[in-house]
């Protein structure tokens, strides 16, 4: 069986390794030491300061959510994951979705203005896919309207804009480090805040508002990372630029077998981006091609995923339905392929023939 990823995982004795100077202490969680080191290590592999890491990639969206003081409207991408919306909406803000560049898959910035109403407060866009945001014309834009920016790096680990990590562009970044994503600690996340007022605004929220044991500082949630999930980081960090060089490879080897296709489209990636190979998406000529498609590969046990889909403009608990064609249409016809790094270049070359012969 092939799915769409399989979470990478160190020798268990490496994991172990570590995980026992935790135990040797009895510290689990609160920040501990392995937490610590992580942290250290993300800093000098990504070469930036001003981060911390967090249980989840969710917990972060809501929390720079509430640190902005952000109310009202957000304007936001109807392509991403569904947690982009729903922490939106979990703060009791209101989205306004903005269609998506037909090209890119990120927010169009273009559209961006003529959404814009005396209630908006935040743009909160994702680099889908890895592929960075039109993040200089989101910067005008929010200069202009006095609009704080967040973006949704959830998949962009290692990703870098203009030769510098994309956790740099913005007010507040987030990412996920769940298990399925490029670089992940089971579950976990990060949040990544240039200012340094908002920067302590965001880590009093992330641990209950503590100044000390016996002080609060204001009102907080629990969104720490424990030391076990530091631990599977730790024993995974080691091996991101292999999994990076692998993955690198494969989508290669697709993009090669792949090009003459006539009935699907390959992604395109922002100019000045270093790519991450995150995910290996394909857009079909249409919705019954996809399911076509799907149907050849799940006779051999190979199940790629409908990634994203629905368009998040259509989920069902929203009070208002706004129509966003680009985005409905693409996320009929867009499948992400299995990309891990142990998939083999000869699956690959299955697979594709496979997609070439329907
Ligand atoms: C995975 C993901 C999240 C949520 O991250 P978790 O760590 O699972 O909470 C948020 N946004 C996007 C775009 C994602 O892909």
New binding site residues.
């Given amino acids: 069986m092939i799915n769409v990823t399989q979470t990478f995982l160190p020798p268990i004795e490496e994991f172990e390794k570590i995980l026992k100077s935790a135990w040797d202490k009895k510290r689990v969680t609160n920040r501990g030491e392995l937490l610590l080191d992580l942290e250290n290590k993300l800093s000098k592999y990504l070469g930036i300061t001003n981060f911390f890491i967090t249980t ?3 917990l972060p969206i809501q929390i720079a959510l509430k640190a902005l003081g952000i109310t009202k409207e957000v304007i936001t991408t109807p392509f ?2 569904v ?2 919306t729903s922490a939106i909406i979990w703060e009791n803000c209101t989205p306004v979705f903005v269609d998506i560049e037909r090209e890119m898959l990120t927010i169009d910035p273009l559209k961006i203005e003529a959404a814009i109403t005396e209630n908006t407060e935040a743009i909160l866009a ?1 680099h889908v896919f890895g592929n960075p945001c039109d993040i200089d014309a989101i910067e005008v834009i929010a200069k202009k309207h006095n609009l704080k920016v967040i973006y ?1 790096g ?2 962009c680990f290692a990703v870098k804009y203009k030769g510098k990590s994309i956790f740099s562009y913005g007010d507040i970044i987030t990412t ?3 298990a399925t ?1 490029l670089f992940h600690t089971g ?3 990060a949040v990544f805040i240039p200012n340094e007022t908002l920067y302590n605004k965001c880590y009093y929220h992330h641990n209950f508002g503590h100044n000390g044991p016996l002080d609060y500082h204001g009102l907080g949630i629990n969104a720490k990372a424990s030391e076990m999930q530091a631990a599977v980081g730790l024993s995974v960090l080691p091996y991101i630029d292999k999994i990076i060089d692998k993955r690198k490879m494969l989508t290669e080897h697709y993009e090669t077998l792949l090009q003459d296709n006539l009935n699907l489209e390959l992604f395109s990636f922002r100019a000045s981006t270093e790519r991450n190979y995150s995910y290996m998406p394909v857009i079909l000529k249409s919705e019954e091609h996809l399911e076509k498609v799907l149907k050849h590969l799940e006779l051999l046990e190979i199940f790629p995923r409908r990634y994203f889909y629905p368009s998040l403009n259509k989920l069902p608990y929203l009070v208002t339905s706004v129509s966003m064609p680009i985005s409905e249409d693409i996320s009929k016809r867009i499948l992400c392929l299995p990309l891990f790094y142990e998939l083999e270049k000869a699956e690959v070359t299955i697979i594709c023939n496979i997609i070439n012969s329907l």
């Fill in positions: 989840n990639g969710t991403s994951y947690a982009t994702t949704d959830a998949h996920s480090f769940h994503k579950e976990g996340g």
